[in-house]
Structures are given as structure tokens and as C-alpha cells.
């Protein structure tokens, strides 16, 4: 079975562009999550699809960052305009959402985001 | 005041010996805990998960939650050098995880 993956591995983009990060979580996770690690900070939740829904946008820092999931299958997370603060490891996870292991989140390679 | 607590290490061990690392975290209604291991520019690897007081083992791993004093800890017995890498306490009342900043085991041949 195939796990999260995310694309792409990196980023390097100047600041006031554009970019898109793209993740496909593991087949037949409905909860799909979007988390960054900024560094030396700890991980940190951004968001929460269950299927094509937002389940949970607490966690995205400014209107800024969109996140998409159309379909219920893979999920996006647009950066527009990219500032310096935005670089980071941006980390997608999925999990069943079934059964007493409902919540255990399996987690993608990631994708390193450098803005200059 | 952060969430979750890791001592950052590193915390070196030599092979064989058991490694003890441990978690606080402040959310009293959390409701399940989960332990990542964290391998250089990999990503977080789910090695436990633990939802009610007491010890769960799994091979090498035990985990240990104790939710009065807000305490989970990661027991791992004959450490060897592959364990070596950053483990990652996580935390959660339903589903948005809340992550400690790690703590950096170092196991030494």
C-alpha cells in the first residue's frame, strides 16, 4: 500500500511569488491534514479535510494560504503572495477516520519551502 | 505556555541500554497520545499510539500514560544505533495534532 506523498520534495521561490504544494494521502483516507514545522518551532496543525470538506481551518496563519481537496482525493496548498516567513516543511498526513485507531495520522515525506 | 513538553536533548545511550524518553502536556481533556520517530529530512514515522493509563508494548516500545499527572513517556529496551533519530511526542483531544518539539535520541555503539 502506498503512502502520503507530497510534491514537491522542495521549493525555492522569491518573495511575492506563487507556489502550490501538492499532497495525495494514503487510498481510502477520508481526514486529510496539512501541518508545518517553521524551524526550530514544533510541528503545527494548519488544517483538516474529511472527504472534500473543511473540517477544521484553525490553524492557517492568514488568508494568504489556500487549501483545496476537490473529489475528496488529493488535496492542494496554494501560497499566494510567498513571504519570508512562510518557509518551512509543509507535512500532509490521512487517516482512516474508522475504528479505535481513528486518529492515527500517517504522515507524508514533506516539502521543504524556502522563500527569499 | 507550550502544549506539549519534550526535553530537546540530545539524550545518548549507549547500545543495548534502555532509552527513556518523556512527554508533559497541558490540555487535560487530551484524549489520545501518539509517538513519532523523526529520521533526518525523513518524515514522522507513527511508532505508538496510547489512549488509556497504564503501559502498552509493542516489541522493543512501551509507552506509558499516566493522564493525572499529564505524563507519557517512550520506553525503548536494547536500543540500537538505527533507533537513533528524533522522536516526537503528539498530542490530541480529537484529531488536530499537537506536537512537542522532539527530543534527539542518540543510541552509541
Known amino acids: 500500500e502506498a503512502g502520503v506523498t507530497q510534491f514537491p520534495s522542495h521549493s525555492v521561490i522569491e518573495k511575492g511569488q506563487t507556489v502550490t504544494l501538492r499532497c495525495d494521502p494514503i487510498s481510502g483516507h477520508d481526514n486529510l491534514y496539512w501541518y508545518r514545522r517553521v524551524m526550530g518551532k514544533e510541528i503545527k496543525f494548519l488544517l483538516h479535510?474529511?472527504?472534500?470538506?473543511?473540517?477544521?481551518e484553525s490553524g492557517m496563519p492568514n488568508n494568504r494560504f489556500l487549501a483545496e481537496r476537490t473529489g475528496g482525493t488529493y488535496s492542494t496548498l496554494k501560497v499566494q503572495p510567498a513571504e519570508l516567513e512562510d518557509s518551512g516543511v509543509y507535512f500532509c498526513?490521512?487517516?482512516?477516520?474508522?475504528?479505535?485507531?481513528?486518529?492515527?495520522?500517517?504522515f507524508g515525506p514533506g516539502t521543504r519551502l524556502t522563500v527569499l | 505556555q507550550k502544549e506539549v513538553e519534550q526535553n530537546s536533548g540530545p539524550l545518548s545511550v549507549p547500545e543495548g541500554a534502555i532509552a527513556s524518553l518523556n512527554c508533559t502536556y497541558s490540555d487535560r481533556g487530551s484524549q489520545s497520545f501518539f509517538w513519532y520517530r523523526q529520521y533526518s529530512g525523513k518524515s514522522p514515522e507513527l511508532i505508538m499510539s496510547i489512549y488509556s493509563n497504564g503501559d502498552k508494548e509493542d516489541g522493543r516500545f512501551t509507552a506509558q500514560l499516566n493522564k493525572a499527572s499529564q505524563y507519557v513517556s517512550l520506553l525503548i529496551r536494547d536500543s540500537q544505533p538505527s533507533d537513533s533519530a528524533t522522536y516526537l511526542c503528539a498530542v490530541t483531544r480529537n484529531t488536530p495534532l499537537v506536537f512537542g518539539k522532539g527530543t534527539r535520541l542518540s543510541v552509541i555503539a
Open positions: 498526513a490521512s487517516s482512516q477516520g474508522l475504528g479505535p485507531s481513528y486518529n492515527e495520522q500517517f
Open positions: 479535510f474529511v472527504k472534500e470538506s473543511k473540517q477544521d
